[in-house]
């Protein structure tokens, strides 16, 4: 498969349907959606409108899909898209773009141009416009087991490590349980306490799990690169596991895109509902609250706020079940301003932060969940993204703040009762 | 016969009736190669309401997320203000009612004069606040071309013509009354062809925009 404009613009006409075509159609020109972009606000350019990313989409589908763009292009009022111009957009559209979401909620006439952006970039990378750092992770991906090359290994030792420490048995490939577990490299490779933390929650609930030694990767750099192809791949490593392994339900981790990957994306990329459900990890940690399952004792008594992954809320639909668990074992818990459904990007989403050339940018970006954070002054910031969690950290010591970080799950199991009974 | 009632007759009479053609066969069109597009089944199990969520969302955009206002004051204010002045002079005003009672059948009460001028002349005032966001913001300066300031010329004139000639302010009131006609003639005979088509396809942007974002239970 060799990149080619050509390939671009068959991919990109692919990706028009009525509601890309209703949401052209509609732009009045408003500049309501650069207000709403994290990378508008930090840097006021007008580069980053979010609407203006999406221009040589707009202008091929207004020469091809309409008839007066059409009259108008043998005019040669309406310029075709060139190469140069995909080539010139790349930094629009995968640099200045986390998939947030947030233009799509403001858009007075309904823009969903997140969801367009993410069309774009099946047509960049179709032509070659794809930062290297996300081809490079694709192809170890694709390759091995991770985007970070071979993390079984890792993973193996992890799990051990865990066993050790909890004396909860974790077995691989174990048909017939509940739930199979998946793990974002990021949890794997800095972030492996939540192994025990999901040890004992499950433990304590009852629930049996197990992680497939041939589909424990979350991530899916193919959603974020745009690339159906790869993300099919992929995601379909996952779906097969679960259904070799016959378990009930997936459990999608504390990572954001791996959710909109697996649980919004995934049946679409294979052509097919599943036969098991998919389940965010708090989504399950909220019902076993619900059932009495999540027995807990003690509180946080410091102060904490919460962070709210864009891809988990905003573009997931999970809001309220992580402020029902921070209830539970957060004495002094404070909302940021705009927390929910408007919560402010970390800046490192939909393959930001892997791209090296956009470190500026993003660290720029950051000064807004900067500012979030210090009007509160928590001591500690609980998040339910591992990407969102490794973002955070990285600019706050770029920053010189000092806010404790943790998932949600883990935060938790802090506070879990599994003390046996009368112990 | 004098020349200002002739004009007036032909703008109202045949020129209305071929602006009106295009008006309704442009937006036809235009919704038919939308339409026509279709839209993948989505596989995913929803986990909220797609369907009434899309069509709640028609409504609830109308109404701005906190906290945004602040950094576009011109752009809110105008648009509202310029919207519904906009709409009272078009369907508050006596006469208009009573033209679109001619052709339809369809009535209803109308305001006050003094509540129609006023109407009025906000919504010019609001034309002017969003011509200068779109010279002086950056943004707005950035997005703006010339069909942008086209649209918004072509709907001010029948504002502030309408005005003239409901209170005969100056020039011959007939003739003032052809130009008012005329100002829609070139309204309507754009409409389809510019960003004007807002007006009729957000209902499915905002629609569509609901329905995803309902699918997985989250807010739109
Ligand atoms: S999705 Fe977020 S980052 Fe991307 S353009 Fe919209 S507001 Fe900006
Ligand atoms: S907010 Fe919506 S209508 Fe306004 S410029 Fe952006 S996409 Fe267009």
Known sequence: MTASLERGLNALREQIDAPVASFFTSCVHCGLCAEACVFYRETEDPRYIPIRKLDPMRRLWRREFTLFGRIGAMLGLVRPVTDADLGEWETLVYDSCTLCGRCTLVCPVGNDITLMIRKMREGMSAAGHTPKELIGAAVRHVETNSLMGNLAPALRAQVKRSVAETGIDIGFDQPGVDYMVILSAQETMDYPEILSSMARIFKKAGISWTIASDGFEATNVGVQIGSRDIARILVARVVEAAERLGVKGVVSPECGHAYQALRWEGPNLMGRAFNFEVVHIVELLDRLRAEGKLPTKGMESRRVTFHDPCQINRRGGIDREPRRLMALVASDFVETDDAGAMNWCCGGGGGVGANERATKLRLTAFKRKKAQLEKVNPDKLITMCAYCHHTIEEAMEEYHMEIEVQGLTDFVATYLDDEPAGA | ?220
């Open chain 2, 1 to 220: 016969m004098n020349p200002a009632f002739t004009l007036f007759m032909w703008a109202r009479g045949p020129a209305f009736d071929v602006a009106l053609a295009i008006f309704a066969a442009g937006i036809t069109l235009r919704l038919v190669e939308m339409v026509v597009l279709g839209r993948k089944t989505d596989l995913a199990p929803a986990k909220g309401h797609p369907i009434r969520q899309g069509l709640a969302t028609i409504f609830t955009r109308s109404i701005p997320r906190p906290g945004l206002v602040r950094f576009a004051p011109g752009t809110y204010l105008g648009g509202y203000v310029f919207h519904l002045g906009f709409f009272a002079a078009f369907l508050l005003f006596a006469p208009h009612i009573a033209l679109i009672r001619d052709a339809l059948g369809l009535s209803w009460p109308a305001a006050n004069r003094a509540i129609v001028e006023s109407a009025t002349a906000l919504a010019v005032v609001a034309a002017i606040i969003l011509f200068f966001s779109r010279v002086m913001d950056p943004v707005r300066r950035a997005l703006t071309g010339f069909e942008d300031y086209l649209v918004l010329l072509l709907s001010v004139l029948p504002l502030v013509t309408g005005y003239v000639a409901a209170n005969k302010l100056f020039g011959n009131p007939e003739m003032m009354l052809a130009v008012h006609v005329l100002s829609v003639d070139a309204l309507l005979i754009v409409f389809p062809f510019t960003k004007l088509m807002h007006s009729v396809s957000f209902v499915f942007s905002r629609y569509y925009n609901g329905a995803i974002q309902g699918r997985k239970g989250a807010e739109s």
